[in-house]
């Protein structure tokens, strides 16, 4: 009986543990509709951090191409769908930082840092920012 239990702990600490990492996949919400946009995998190559789009949840823009992106920038005209966002990110604490963001509908690039809520370590702090200008969105781990 004291083994099963010591498993149960054991299961339920490292079930704890991984769900306190920023890696996996997480919904994305979009700030001015309030709707489910997309799915974003947060990955570690390297020894630093990036995020992909995996899907696109609205059906009407699965086929979406950067078209506001820089013209300097490779991923102009190219398929929002797998595209790299988010490139580079170091561990700096509690955070993730020191790389950019991209907003594939706007076309325009943010420093980015990122970092688990506090309170709730299914919710991710994505913040976008130019000098002391920022926005902050909330992605939530995706279940699926």
């Known amino acids: ?32 509709t309030g709707k489910e946009k997309s799915i974003v995998e947060i990955y570690q190559e390297n020894g630093k951090v990036y995020a992909k789009i995996l899907q696109l949840l609205d059906k009407d823009k699965q086929d979406a191409i950067c078209e506001n992106c820089e013209d300097n920038d490779p991923r ?18 509690n955070e993730y930082s020191g790389a950019t963001i991209l907003d594939p509908k706007k076309g325009k690039i943010y420093k980015c840092k990122i970092w688990l809520d506090e309170e709730n370590p299914n919710k991710l702090n994505v913040r976008g920012y130019i000098a002391f200008f920022f926005r902050t969105q909330n992605w939530f781990r995706a279940t699926e």
Request: hydrophobic content about 40%; glycine content about 10%.
């Open 1 to 32: 009986m004291k083994h099963l239990f010591s498993t149960i702990c054991a299961l339920l600490i490292i079930g704890t543990l991984s769900a306190q990492d920023i890696f996996g996949k997480w919904k994305t919400i979009d700030d001015e």
């Open 76 to 93: 102009k005209n190219q398929p929002v769908k797998g595209m790299v966002i988010i490139d580079g990110l170091k561990k700096d604490g």
